[in-house]
């Protein structure tokens, strides 16, 4: 029908769009993580530790698999009508690698615990729950043929997926305007302990508006 080709050529170019928006995060994320991974001299010392190599794994592999996540769940929107079968195998691929990354942030945080403290602790760890009950709820539906609600349940992961990308969109944003006010090094000033919920929180508050107004059951 001709409103479901024009949806799909609308839902494709707006994944091109986003993937290539994202390419300097899913770039940096994958060469960090590799580093880190491999013990390189050039990994990231804010979240390398000599001593601590299961800390190393948990947030160097969440790295990798969130990279991985953010660049390829665009193509779960796009392949959705046009190649269903590609689809289905890799909705479950991303859902286990949503899962491992949920795993490796929160394992992180029980460890080391993240620079901005207790603040940025319950916040990222929110959200990796979060990512992990989506990852979790949307391949469960899924192999029950409950497609409704996998759907929903797919879009909520779609938005946590972009979350570590929106978080930095966010900082450049605010300092390309501000200069940085209220932020500090340590990450504990008030446009940081909104920034704690808001690359998640308020993105998923529309996604439930939306859905609500479009009539679906939850």
Same mark, same amino acid.
């Given at each position: 029908?001709?409103?479901?080709?024009?949806? *799909?050529? /609308?839902?494709?170019?707006?994944?091109?769009?986003? @993937? &290539?928006?994202?390419?300097?995060? @899913?770039?940096?994320?994958? !060469?960090?993580?590799?580093?880190?991974?491999?013990?390189?001299?050039?990994?990231?010392?804010?979240?390398? =530790?000599?001593? %601590?190599?299961?800390? $190393? @794994?948990? @947030?160097?592999? %969440?790295?990798?698999?969130?990279?991985? &996540?953010?660049?390829?769940?665009?193509?779960? /929107? /796009? =392949?959705?009508?046009?190649?269903?079968?590609?689809?289905?195998? &890799?909705?479950?691929?991303?859902?286990?690698? #949503?899962?491992?990354?949920?795993?490796?942030?929160?394992?992180?945080?029980?460890?080391?615990?993240?620079?901005?403290?207790?603040?940025?602790?319950?916040?990222?760890?929110?959200?990796?729950?979060?990512?992990?009950?989506?990852?979790?709820?949307?391949?469960?539906?899924?192999? #029950?043929?409950?497609?409704?609600?996998?759907? %929903?349940?797919?879009?909520?992961?779609?938005?946590?997926?972009?979350?570590?990308?929106?978080?930095? /969109?966010?900082?450049?944003?605010?300092?390309? !305007?501000?200069?940085?006010?209220?932020?500090?090094?340590?990450?504990?000033?008030?446009?940081? !302990?909104?920034? $704690?919920?808001?690359?998640?929180?308020?993105?998923?508050?529309?996604?439930?508006?939306?859905?609500?107004?479009?009539?679906?059951? *939850?």
């Amino acid at each position: 029908m001709p409103g479901d080709r024009k949806r *799909i050529a /609308v839902e494709s170019f707006g994944g091109v769009v986003l @993937i &290539l928006l994202m390419l300097p995060f @899913i770039q940096y994320a994958l !060469l960090a993580g590799a580093e880190g991974m491999a013990g390189s001299d050039q990994a990231d010392n804010r979240f390398f =530790s000599a001593d %601590h190599r299961m800390s $190393n @794994i948990a @947030i160097f592999g %969440h790295m990798v698999l969130g990279a991985l &996540l953010a660049a390829f769940i665009p193509l779960q /929107v /796009v =392949s959705r009508k046009r190649w269903p079968l590609m689809h289905r195998w &890799l909705g479950r691929v991303l859902c286990f690698a #949503a899962l491992l990354t949920s795993v490796g942030g929160l394992a992180f945080i029980v460890i080391r615990g993240t620079i901005g403290g207790v603040a940025m602790d319950v916040g990222f760890g929110v959200y990796g729950l979060l990512l992990a009950l989506c990852a979790v709820q949307a391949l469960r539906h899924a192999r #029950a043929g409950r497609y409704g609600s996998h759907r %929903h349940w797919a879009l909520r992961l779609f938005v946590l997926s972009l979350g570590s990308w929106l978080y930095r /969109v966010h900082y450049g944003v605010w300092y390309a !305007l501000t200069g940085g006010v209220a932020s500090t090094a340590a990450f504990d000033g008030p446009f940081d !302990l909104v920034q $704690n919920v808001a690359f998640y929180l308020p993105y998923l508050i529309v996604l439930e508006i939306w859905l609500r107004r479009q009539g679906h059951r *939850i």
